[in-house]
């Protein structure tokens, strides 16, 4: 059975629980290097303006990061612009957490059914059912997932041509 502490914190075997927001900063900053100020842009972006850290919030964060060694200084630019880059314990925490891929779907899953619980089933959104339909595709057996790819294809030419 899945007990959750905290829905959307994760921790390595041992080491630190970790948030969200962790997460994110390490899986932008192994894209590229950034300040605080571009993470939060690139953090508003991909969540289409619907979370953003408050500065309070991220810059703590991006020290504490720091000073485990997750995190380095790749320059200081104008007016003392910090831009960040991942070091190699950084992309192994990240890898690590990136491992946790199946503990984050029974999150996901395990949000959705409150979701449901709480709004009723005629408001579940479609993005919901997609990643269902996603989530399912992925666990498969390989050897089934042409076919289910198959399925899915057909049934979109079918929406396409409604």
């Given amino acids: ?42 953090i508003d972006e991909t969540t ?27 320059e200081v630019g104008k007016r003392s612009k910090i831009t960040f880059e991942l070091t190699e314990d950084g ?5 690590t957490l990136k491992g946790k891929k199946e503990e984050a779907e029974t999150r996901v899953t395990f949000f959705k059914k409150l979701h449901r619980e709480v709004f009723g089933e005629e408001n579940f959104s479609f993005i919901n059912f997609m990643m269902d339909v996603r989530f399912y595709v992925e666990d498969l057996p390989e050897e089934k997932k042409p076919a289910a790819i198959k399925i899915l294809q057909t049934a979109f030419d079918e929406i396409k041509n409604l």
């Fill in 1 to 42: 059975m899945f007990i959750m502490k905290n829905i959307w914190k994760f921790a390595p075997e041992d080491g630190k629980e970790r948030g969200l927001l962790t997460l994110l900063v390490l899986h932008f900053l192994e894209k590229k290097p950034q300040s605080g100020y571009e993470l939060l842009k690139e």
């Fill in 48 to 74: 289409d303006s619907t979370w953003v850290p408050n500065k309070g919030t991220l810059y703590p964060l991006l020290k504490s990061l720091e000073q485990e060694g997750l995190i380095q200084v790749k």
């Fill in 91 to 95: 992309r192994q925490m990240l890898s």
